[in-house]
């Protein structure tokens, strides 16, 4: 090797590790401000999930059998849900049966582990596909369908995506106006049709639309609709099959939205749409204003659906993307 290339490779190697330096400097001030926003966006959950256990554990240095009848209950009072905390019970019985007592920080740390392994994790599914990446948004009335949809119209378009929003909820006249102000605050194009018209005819013009106009990422919007109503679970599917005339795999995720405000409520509906129809992923929001966010737990528990996104606030820019890590982390430290 010649000088030259010698001092070209040298040089080469320490661009090579500035720009990884940068990279993990980046990686973790966005790690360390989304931490940051989700500990604020869970902050009622935490105070009295973990505030609860603290006053029960307050003072003790040992945690036996009966301490374990008020850890249950807490769990169960935080919407994690009967299932979920009885796992989480059994294996801090198990626990206590072999050491006889626990302390208070193996405690925390053995709750944490369990619940991080029961919950699941997102693996970033790839949208660079060739033809336009399908989300259909459902869920029951007012859960943040469309708020929902905006921010997320806002997040991909701010990734360079060309965005393309279907008005599909043709159900109540200002749905559509609803949906049209979130396409101009975002700035990404809009395919609507009258009231009362054919929820699927939209979705299908929307996907051609996007299409031909070579967009990255579809998003539809679906009314707000009962989950025990036969009919209305029908015109799902209806939405659902015709786009896949258009894009053979579209939907390429059905996201499922929640209200983690309403607690086992939300585990009720989580169970309905899954019985009823394909659920990709699920959106939680509304953390920012519940104690009840411990149903974050149960529903990543009981349907190995991953939470995708989490919604902690009104705001364009309140939805975050949702890591197991981060969160039991928040809620514990
Ligand atoms: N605090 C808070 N409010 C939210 C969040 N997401 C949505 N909202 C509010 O919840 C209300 C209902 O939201 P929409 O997006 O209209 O709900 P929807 O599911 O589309 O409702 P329908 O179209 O009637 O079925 C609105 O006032 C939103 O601003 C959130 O993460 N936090
Ligand atoms: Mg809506």
Known sequence: MGVFDKVKNLLNKNEKKINTALDKDQVSISSNLNKQIIASGIEKTKSSFFGKIARTVAGKSTIDESD????EEILITSDIGVDTTLKIINKLEERV?????INTSELNNLLKEEILSLMHDFNESNINVNEPYVIMVVGVNGVGKTTTIGKLANYYKNQGKKVVLGAADTFRAAAVDQLVLW??????EIIKQDMGSDPASVAFDTIQSAKSNDADVVI??????LHNNVNLMRELSKIRNVMGKVIKEAPHDVML??????GQNAIEQAKQFTQATKVDSIALTKLDGTAKGGVVIGISDQFKIPVKYIGVGEGIDDLHNFNKKEFVDSLFN
Do not use: C, N, Q
Not at 220 to 225: K, M, V
Not at 257 to 262: K, M, N, R
């Open 68 to 71: 374990l009848d008020d850890i």
């Open 220 to 225: 539809i919007d679906t009314a707000g609709r």
């Open 183 to 188: 396409s101009e605050r975002v700035g990404v």
């Open 257 to 262: 939205v929640l209200d983690a405000s309403t």
């Open 97 to 101: 049966a072999k050491d006889k007592y």
